[in-house]
């Protein structure tokens, strides 16, 4: 990660026992990224699957994430 609010937002919400979630993504110099939850609207042989999302910047103070991170991460 490029900054430390992911470590700061889980502090804030610990005293409420929860935590974000992150996806380990096994191609990639930082192996961890936040992402957005989808679920699949319809259910169904032949329905096309949800799709798992990362965010480019991050979500809490607007820094950009490594291009090059983000791009790995969309084809794992």
């Known amino acids: 990660m490029t900054c430390e609010c992911i470590?700061?937002?889980d502090e804030l919400l610990k005293p409420h026992n929860t935590r974000l979630?992150?996806?380990l993504i096994?191609?990639?110099p930082n192996s961890e990224l936040?992402?957005?939850g989808t679920e699949q609207i319809e259910k169904g042989?032949?329905?096309p699957?949800?799709?798992t999302m990362f965010p480019s910047f991050c979500p809490f103070c607007g820094t950009k994430y490594r291009a090059d991170e983000v791009e790995n991460s969309a084809a794992a």
């Open 45 to 47: 042989r032949g329905k």
């Open 34 to 36: 936040p992402y957005i």
């Open 49 to 51: 699957k949800a799709k």
């Open 26 to 28: 096994l191609s990639g």
């Open 21 to 23: 979630q992150l996806l």
């Open 7 to 9: 470590a700061k937002v």
